[in-house]
């Protein structure tokens, strides 16, 4: 079997695990998967685009991500529009690509997505050329992605601790939005464009998104008062935010968002800040992914209670194995 020259990116601080050893994990499981892996850890922001730059220049075969959304992306956007695959090994405390794809926050299960070699041309979008491949944001999530990355802690916990502080005092703002040969104007919570279903951690901002499709999956969140809005927090983890009344949602290719001011967003959950006017563009099957060989439905609450639970009990297990 030929060998193919592969780059395995470690950020050793995403999330909360440790990643000692996991180079030598990955090099074992995938010893007789045709991959020839080499390794390298991150130690500053930027690091994972600059060795895949050099991976997609010296043709590799692929470049795995072993991290979370922040370390996907940096990868993923020197891959795009390349032949260099993208393997996803998440390690993060979202991980919403690698949910979305179905592939297990499990290290284990993950590596074997990747023995399995079923890669897809998937869709990634750019709010002003800037690669996002879940979702790009204005309003309450943007607030919130910034007060979260300004905190000394990361996991799920504080970011839910981040959203309820950011609630408290968050005021919507209007928006133009041009898509489709249509112009709306809407005083909204959230303004998000969906490449992927959710934001990550099982929190369903577009559960019908698909990364294959061709378009992006735009979701207005209206203002309420402060229950109905609260419903929505309820509903993203239930998977039934699209049948929510204060949800308007439509799918297009490209889109204008403008808003009277500039201000934060976030692109796959990394807070920026941007213009009065943002282009959002969908780009079709530019970006290979390992994926897995079976897709299923989603199905709201019970898509996500599964994958939770099987989150839970690999957590377990990796105490048990600690010990």
Same mark, same amino acid.
């Given at each position: 079997?030929?060998?193919?020259?592969?780059?395995?990116?470690?950020?050793?601080?995403?999330?909360?695990?440790?990643?000692?050893?996991?180079?030598?994990?990955?090099?074992?499981?995938?010893?007789?998967?045709?991959?020839?892996?080499?390794?390298?850890?991150?130690?500053?922001?930027?690091?994972?685009?600059?060795?895949?730059?050099?991976? /997609?220049?010296?043709?590799?075969?692929?470049?795995?991500?072993?991290?979370?959304?922040?370390?996907?992306?940096?990868?993923?956007?020197?891959?795009?529009?390349?032949?260099?695959?993208?393997?996803?090994?998440?390690?993060?405390?979202?991980?919403?690509?690698?949910?979305?794809?179905?592939?297990?926050?499990?290290?284990?299960? $993950?590596?074997?997505?990747?023995?399995?070699?079923?890669?897809?041309?998937?869709?990634?979008?750019?709010?002003?050329?800037?690669?996002?491949?879940?979702?790009?944001?204005?309003?309450?999530?943007?607030?919130?992605?910034?007060?979260?990355?300004?905190?000394?802690?990361?996991?799920? /916990?504080?970011?839910?601790?981040?959203?309820?502080?950011?609630?408290?005092?968050?005021?919507?703002?209007?928006?133009?939005?041009?898509?489709?040969?249509? /112009?709306?104007?809407?005083?909204?919570?959230?303004?998000?464009?969906?490449?992927?279903?959710?934001?990550?951690?099982?929190?369903?901002?577009?559960?019908?998104? $698909?990364?294959?499709?061709?378009?992006?999956?735009?979701?207005?969140?209206?203002?309420?008062?402060?229950?109905?809005?609260?419903?929505?927090? /309820?509903?993203?983890?239930?998977?039934?935010?699209?049948?929510?009344?204060?949800?308007?949602?439509?799918?297009? $290719?490209?889109?204008?968002?403008?808003?009277?001011?500039?201000?934060?967003?976030?692109?796959?959950?990394?807070?920026?800040?941007?213009?009065?006017?943002?282009?959002?563009?969908?780009?079709?099957?530019?970006?290979?992914?390992?994926?897995?060989?079976?897709?299923?439905?989603?199905?709201?609450?019970?898509?996500?209670?599964?994958?939770?639970?099987?989150?839970?009990?690999?957590?377990?297990?990796?105490?048990?194995?600690?010990?």
């Amino acid at each position: 079997m030929e060998s193919k020259r592969c780059l395995l990116i470690i950020n050793p601080i995403s999330g909360t695990s440790n990643k000692r050893g996991l180079d030598k994990i990955v090099s074992e499981k995938l010893a007789d998967s045709g991959l020839h892996i080499e390794t390298v850890w991150t130690t500053a922001r930027g690091d994972a685009t600059l060795q895949a730059e050099r991976a /997609v220049k010296n043709g590799y075969h692929s470049v795995i991500a072993a991290g979370g959304d922040g370390t996907v992306n940096e990868t993923a956007k020197a891959l795009c529009g390349s032949d260099t695959a993208l393997g996803i090994i998440p390690c993060g405390s979202g991980n919403g690509l690698a949910r979305h794809l179905e592939i297990p926050v499990n290290i284990d299960a $993950s590596i074997d997505i990747l023995r399995e070699n079923h890669i897809v041309s998937c869709d990634f979008g750019t709010a002003d050329d800037k690669p996002f491949f879940c979702t790009f944001g204005m309003g309450f999530d943007a607030a919130v992605s910034k007060r979260f990355a300004e905190g000394k802690h990361r996991g799920f /916990v504080k970011y839910i601790k981040s959203a309820f502080k950011e609630f408290r005092s968050f005021h919507s703002d209007e928006y133009i939005i041009s898509a489709n040969g249509k /112009v709306l104007t809407e005083k909204a919570f959230v303004i998000a464009a969906c490449n992927a279903s959710q934001y990550g951690n099982n929190a369903y901002i577009a559960p019908q998104a $698909s990364m294959t499709d061709g378009l992006l999956d735009i979701i207005i969140i209206h203002s309420g008062n402060p229950i109905t809005t609260a419903l929505v927090g /309820v509903d993203l983890l239930t998977g039934y935010i699209d049948r929510n009344t204060l949800i308007h949602t439509f799918r297009t $290719s490209e889109a204008t968002i403008t808003r009277k001011a500039p201000g934060p967003a976030h692109i796959d959950g990394e807070p920026i800040t941007l213009g009065v006017t943002t282009r959002i563009v969908c780009h079709p099957g530019k970006l290979k992914i390992y994926t897995p060989t079976v897709e299923h439905q989603f199905r709201p609450v019970i898509t996500p209670m599964m994958s939770r639970a099987k989150e839970i009990a690999y957590n377990i297990s990796q105490l048990f194995q600690k010990k």
